[in-house]
């Protein structure tokens, strides 16, 4: 059955990683939905949160595909219900009187910041889950969207365990 | 004492155990040959004609040795020439370090003369590749690239040196020993119990086995496994030579252009066995091939093949060696007389259609030319089972595949996963190379026209090359596909060249004849083989021979072709 899966990767914190993770997708005809990297509490390692879609078979070969690389040291499937899910959104608005308050009420009860204003235009940070963006931006859109960013997923699993490799 | 990069390379390559290794020199590893001129004595270089074929024949040297094959090429055009023998290697699982030259640390990224990004060219094609930029860390990694070369699954690796770190001085300390792969996975109890219990209970068990029981060493475990379960052997393309021809269970290659007992026999089994094999489409099909009461065990020492082409019921990881004598140990010793029966009738029929097919194709020549099997038991008739049978890719190589009566690991050297046209003379140079043995290169006029200038190399390091061109002036085996899926309209695959091959051979300095006839063919083939240096025999066929049986792509087996009236 087709359904998203969220895994992070630590890999090596060298050149050219990036590239060999996503272009092992690129050649198995996998498709990426999202795709974030950082370091980690560790410098030599970097930590990259993949999003796709697929069956369980899809992700199985991901897993196996992904291990193969030299410079990936852990892959790891983070469980969805026990995961916290994270996404960063910038987005600029018009900023007209007329829609200025019912811009305001949204960035309250979504707890979105507004992070510039000027005469003419508005920008809201707003964290939180890949459907809380979404319904966010839906909102939005009748008042104008200038132009906006999302960070793609990052995710950390609850309690004691960790997606480590310096062990 | 602070060495040069260049020289710290020529060390390591000595000291990983690199006695013979192959390239093309460049402006970029200018440096490189000048530390190979010093080292003459205790490493030899040979330069090929081109650079994919010297790829080709540190590709031919590790599949005929299972040494870790080294080929050197400059950066530019000499890095892209090692491309295509690169991903060949890819393909077929064999251990090789490419190493490059690149244009100075603060040249790259500026489209300096001869600058490629190789290490972003062969990402895809390489298990890992690495560009050196600081000489602290050349040792080391190269020790790393040859340990990911023939660790686990095997196959090539690239290491990209830009000329200042060849020419920078850096502290050197030599290892006194190869590097040792990265441990190997063993396969788990629980998934051998399961194996086991599926063999157990079978009635007709089939072992398909590929390449990696060369690479892991398993031939002779293979073989007791169906001895002792009562099971039929076929194999892959790239399987072959490791059980004998001879053996009784061995029903040959299957698949595409496979045998007719061995195709089928795979089909009809209620349990398939892969042993070291990708199920390749050409060689397994899809798993629209097994009928859905059909079990399979996969075993590979990958973990990303099982399941990835045909999803098995016990799929294990493990070194096919280990996992295979344990399971030996777990199976029941088992008789399956109705199964062989059944492989009995299988065989006939493949008599009958073999034989059929040859007469179908000896009324069509009339007496003229001369068939390809013909031309395969003139030359095995004489070789020896020791000589090293390499082949092109295309009819000559299906044929060679299905005929050549190969008895030992590591004498079929071939191109199976990537198909490349233009891989026998370079392999062959490379296996002849390694071995000092006999190497018969069997090819055709198309392949041929793609490698032939490797006999510039053959004749310089004068090696016992035999080249068997089976010259049709097609090429052959798109040709055949166009007769029977593309009414006859045959699109460029008729050359019409007149090239004269025994004289070009003549022109290289190597010896060379035409056969037309079985009393020519015999004559030359006595010659070539007592011959010691390369020898090129032209034999002339007809343009109209069909590699029989094939199964279309995508097809069931009850589209198999066995004969075209």
Redesign the interface.
């Given at each position: 059955m087709e359904q998203q899966y969220v895994i992070g990767v630590i890999v090596a914190n060298v050149?050219?990683v990036l590239?060999?993770v996503s272009?092992m997708f690129t050649?198995r005809g996998f498709n990426i939905d999202s795709l974030t990297v950082g370091e980690t509490e560790s410098s030599g390692f970097s930590r990259i949160t993949i999003a796709f879609h697929g069956d369980e078979?899809i992700k199985?070969?991901i897993l196996?595909?992904l291990?193969?690389?030299?410079?990936v040291r852990e892959v790891e499937v983070l469980d969805n219900k026990d995961t916290v899910i994270r996404e960063l959104l910038l987005i600029k608005v018009r900023n007209k009187a007329e829609i200025r308050q019912d811009i305001m009420t949204a960035v309250e009860i979504f707890r979105s910041k507004i992070v510039d204003y000027s005469p003419t235009s508005l920008t809201c940070e707003l964290t939180g889950e890949t459907s809380k963006i979404d319904a966010f931006i839906e909102l939005l859109k009748p008042f104008g969207i200038m132009e906006m960013c999302r960070t793609g997923i990052v995710a950390i699993e609850r309690g004691e365990n960790c997606l480590k490799t310096v062990k | 004492m602070k060495i040069s990069g260049a020289k710290i390379v020529v060390e390591t390559l000595i000291e990983q155990g690199c006695d013979t290794i192959f390239g093309y020199p460049g402006g970029q590893v200018i440096d490189l040959f000048d530390e190979l001129y010093s080292a003459e004595s205790r490493i030899k270089h040979i330069i090929a004609a081109h650079e994919q074929g010297a790829a080709h024949a540190a590709d031919g040297y590790a599949r005929s040795t299972g040494k870790v094959g080294v080929v050197i090429a400059t950066s530019g055009p000499g890095a892209t020439n090692l491309v295509t023998g690169i991903a060949t290697a890819y393909l077929d699982s064999v251990p090789m370090v490419a190493i490059t030259g690149n244009v100075a640390c603060s040249l790259i990224g500026r489209d300096s003369f001869q600058e490629v990004d190789i290490v972003g060219i062969t990402m895809p094609i390489t298990k890992h590749n690495f560009i050196v930029k600081d000489i602290k860390e050349l040792a080391d990694t190269l020790r790393t690239a040859f340990k990911i070369a023939k660790s686990g699954r095997q196959g090539p690796v690239l290491v990209d040196i830009p000329q200042d770190v060849q020419q920078a001085l850096c502290e050197y300390e030599s290892n006194a020993q190869p590097v040792i792969p990265y441990p190997l996975t063993f396969a788990s109890e629980d998934k051998l119990q399961k194996a086991a219990a599926l063999i157990n209970s079978c009635e007709k068990p089939y072992i398909y086995f590929g390449g990696g029981v060369i690479s892991g060493k398993a031939s002779q475990q293979v073989t007791a496994l169906a001895e002792k379960i009562d099971a039929p052997l076929g194999c892959s393309l790239m399987g072959l030579s490791a059980v004998s021809c001879d053996h009784p269970r061995f029903l040959g290659m299957q698949g595409m252009h496979g045998h007719f007992a061995s195709t089928v026999a795979q089909n009809e089994a209620d349990l398939v066995i892969a042993l070291g094999v990708r199920f390749s489409n050409r060689a397994a099909g899809d798993d629209s091939r097994y009928p859905k009461h059909t079990s399979i065990i996969h075993i590979d020492i990958d973990g990303a093949e099982l399941h990835k082409n045909v999803p098995a019921d016990v799929a294990i990881k493990g070194d096919l060696h280990d996992s295979l004598e344990r399971l030996i140990a777990m199976a029941e010793e088992k008789k399956h007389p109705q199964w062989w029966e059944r492989i009995g009738q299988l065989r006939t029929e493949e008599k009958t259609h073999t034989a059929a097919a040859l007469s179908a194709a000896k009324a069509r020549r009339g007496g003229r030319k001369l068939s390809p099997y013909e031309i395969i038991d003139a030359i095995s008739s004489r070789a020896g089972e020791d000589a090293v049978i390499v082949t092109d890719v295309g009819q000559h190589q299906m044929w060679t595949a299905q005929r050549y009566p190969l008895k030992k690991p590591r004498t079929f050297l071939s191109s199976g996963g990537l198909g490349t046209m233009g891989f026998g003379l370079g392999a062959a140079v490379g296996a002849a190379c390694a071995t000092g043995r006999r190497c018969i290169l069997f090819t055709g006029d198309g392949s041929f026209g793609m490698d032939l200038c490797e006999l510039a190399t053959a004749v310089s390091q004068k090696l016992p090359i035999t080249v068997v061109i089976m010259n049709n002036g097609v090429l052959g085996m798109v040709r055949q596909m166009q007769t029977l899926f593309y009414d006859k309209r045959y699109s460029n695959t008729t050359l019409d060249r007149s090239t004269d091959f025994a004289k070009l051979a003549e022109a290289f300095g190597a010896k060379g004849g035409h056969a037309a006839s079985a009393e020519e063919l015999e004559k030359l083939a006595d010659e070539a083989l007592s011959c010691n240096t390369p020898f090129v025999i032209d034999c002339e066929v007809d343009s109209d021979e069909l590699v029989l049986p094939m199964l279309p792509n995508g097809g069931s087996i009850d589209d198999m072709i066995t004969e075209i009236k």
């Open positions: 050149s050219g590239s060999r272009g050649r078979d199985e070969r196996q595909q291990q193969k690389l030299h410079d | -």
